[in-house]
């Protein structure tokens, strides 16, 4: 009777083990998490993931990163897509952001009037370049190409800094001996509003070719407080995320149409400018293998450019 007793009780706690993982993994799968995104390629990576509507996600889109730093300050985010050198940046003056994907390669293109494509410096020799993003990304991996390319800004190039990219297209429509450097998806929008432009330089091509390493734009990071609260939530959260832009790179047609619906670009725009996005969602040591030496060509060019030191080991999810 008493070995029954003791059976009896053995199984009611294992049972009871069994029934708890679970239930606790439900509960972590219903933490809230929200993501913030800026409205470009960042974005576009996620439509699938807004469309589904999962109840423990939501997202914010802004136009600038400088709506999304003090989201993430406040704790009012818990991810965030942004450009690259800005995590680091955000890293190193907080410690409080963790890189977990990189998310966009590179999108920067020179735009010109007309087709002759640019083969050599010396075809660069004399151009003003107008371009939005000064102090941010599109400057530094600029000034990183024209100086391995052995040029001097202001006195070999010329760069006329332009706050948004509609400005250097304007500035371009009028100065058809210049050239403009536009991301996508914004340079193919330039190319369908204008026949005369066309892109006359694969600036992401040049990088990979000067570097030996893919030029990157965004990734996505999460506040290091979070992360250590809910790395379960974090891993499901990149699952997703990679589902999502998988699907917006294998549906061109279907993704152009949410993207449109979520105020992120035209569908009639993004369904051209897709392809030459670059959306990827890179984690793990393939994230630190690419991310890396980008950042450290950053910091060799200009030091502020990564918040003044290239982030260590705690900077990686």
């Known amino acids: 009777m008493k070995r029954n007793i003791v059976l009896s009780v ?18 972590e799968s219903q933490v809230e998490v ?19 509507g999962e109840e423990n996600y939501s997202f914010t889109l802004e136009a600038s990163p400088d709506a999304i730093v003090p989201l993430l300050a406040k704790g009012e985010v818990d991810i965030a897509a942004i450009p690259a050198n800005l995590a680091a940046v955000i890293y190193n003056n907080t410690k409080n952001v963790k890189v977990i994907a990189v998310n966009t390669l590179g999108v920067l293109y020179l735009v010109g009037s007309g087709n002759e494509m640019i ?9 003003t370049i107008y371009s939005a993003g000064k102090g941010s990304t599109p400057q530094y991996a600029l000034e990183s190409i024209l100086s391995a390319l ?15 990219h509609a400005e250097c297209v304007a500035a371009l429509a009028k100065d058809p001996e210049a050239l403009a450097m536009l991301p996508q998806p914004f340079a193919t929008s330039a190319l369908v509003q204008n026949s005369s432009f066309s892109v006359v330089l694969d600036l992401n091509g040049l ?15 999460v506040r290091a407080d979070f992360a250590e609260s809910h790395p379960e939530a974090v891993e499901k959260f990149l699952r997703r995320y990679e589902e999502s ?25 993004a369904s051209k400018a897709l392809p030459f996005c670059n959306i990827v969602c890179i984690t793990g040591d393939e994230m630190k293998r690419d991310l890396t030496p980008y950042l450290e060509s950053l910091y060799r060019s200009n030091p502020k450019s990564v918040g003044g030191t290239v982030p260590g080991e705690d900077f990686w999810f």
């Open 119 to 127: 083969d050599s410096r010396g075809d660069l020799l004399g151009k």
């Open 10 to 27: 053995l199984l009611f706690f294992l049972s009871f083990l069994l029934m708890a993982q679970p239930v606790e993994e439900v509960v």
């Open 150 to 164: 052995s040029l001097e800004v202001g006195k070999d190039v010329f760069v006329e800094w332009k706050s948004e």
């Open 207 to 221: 990088w990979k070719s000067i570097n030996g390493t893919p030029l990157i734009t965004g990734c996505a990071v």
């Open 34 to 52: 929200r993501v913030a995104a800026l409205k470009g390629p960042t974005a576009m990576g996620l439509v699938e993931l807004m469309e589904k």
């Open 245 to 269: 832009v998988e699907w917006v790179n294998g549906n061109t047609d279907e993704a152009s149409v949410l993207i449109e619906k979520y105020g992120i670009i035209k569908a009639a725009i």
